[in-house]
């Protein structure tokens, strides 16, 4: 149902990039790619999302393969507050409810 | 940053009590929406609420449960004859449409302990 793959855990050090990688290779064309992170003790927090082209925000940016059948969500500059559960959802046209799976939980390193 | 706000932060309830848990969602927002998420788990949808009807429910939005929105604010999710089993964290979330390039924007949930 969740319709993505992600690793279970990723580590990175503070003031680095991190690559936080997914899969979702059943993707149709008018699915967005969305992502969500969230922080301990926390609900869930949106990110970023697109459609076919790369996207940047003030928080991330998001890289999209030419398929769609993978997308990345880049971390500039990684800090302590960016440890979270990091997620990547299908926004399917039509359905209006989040399929959450388990997302990738990043650790930052001092 | 206009947020979704949730009270109570944390509910305690013996079993079998009624729960109300609210919300009061982003102002210009238009849907609605309650999931939850037991304790090591993932969150999981449960409803969704548009023009004071439910649009969209899962398998555990059974009888039990029921949304409304009183007001023109706030948005609760009543829990009847509450189970040790529906002790989780409850999200709620809203977004402005139901298009799939709107994002929903979450409050930091009610930890409700059912004892």
């Known amino acids: 149902d969740a319709k993505t793959t992600q690793p279970n855990s990723m580590e990175s050090n503070e003031e680095e990039p991190v690559h936080l990688p997914c899969n979702h290779s059943?993707?149709?064309?008018?699915?967005?790619i969305h992502w969500y992170r969230q922080l301990p003790s926390q609900g869930p927090e949106y990110v970023i999302h697109?459609?076919?082209s790369n996207v940047n925000n003030r928080m991330a940016s998001l890289a999209i393969a030419e398929d769609r059948k993978s997308s990345t969500l880049i971390l500039h500059r990684a800090t302590l507050r960016d440890a979270a559960v990091y997620y990547c959802?299908?926004?399917?046209?039509?359905?209006?409810?989040?399929?959450f799976g388990q997302g990738t939980r990043l650790t930052i390193n001092p | 940053e206009p947020e979704v706000t949730q009270t109570p932060s944390h509910q305690v309830t013996q079993m079998g009590q009624e729960v109300i848990l609210r919300c009061v969602p982003i102002?210009?927002?238009?849907?609605f929406y309650w999931y939850r998420q037991i304790l090591g788990q993932k969150v999981e949808f449960l409803v969704s609420?548009?023009?004071?009807?439910?649009?969209?429910k899962s398998e555990i939005f059974d009888d039990q449960f029921s949304v409304e929105r009183p007001d023109g604010s706030n948005f609760t999710l009543k829990i009847r004859s509450t189970k040790l089993e529906d002790s989780a964290m409850y999200f709620c979330?809203?977004?402005?449409?139901?298009?799939?390039?709107?994002?929903?924007?979450f409050g930091d949930g009610t930890r409700l302990s059912i004892l």
């Open positions: 979330a809203s977004s402005r449409s139901r298009d799939s390039n709107q994002p929903q924007h």
């Open positions: 059943t993707i149709s064309g008018t699915d967005y």
């Open positions: 697109g459609l076919t």
């Open positions: 959802i299908l926004g399917i046209q039509g359905a209006q409810k989040l399929v």
């Open positions: 102002s210009n927002h238009l849907y």
């Open positions: 609420f548009y023009n004071n009807e439910i649009s969209e």
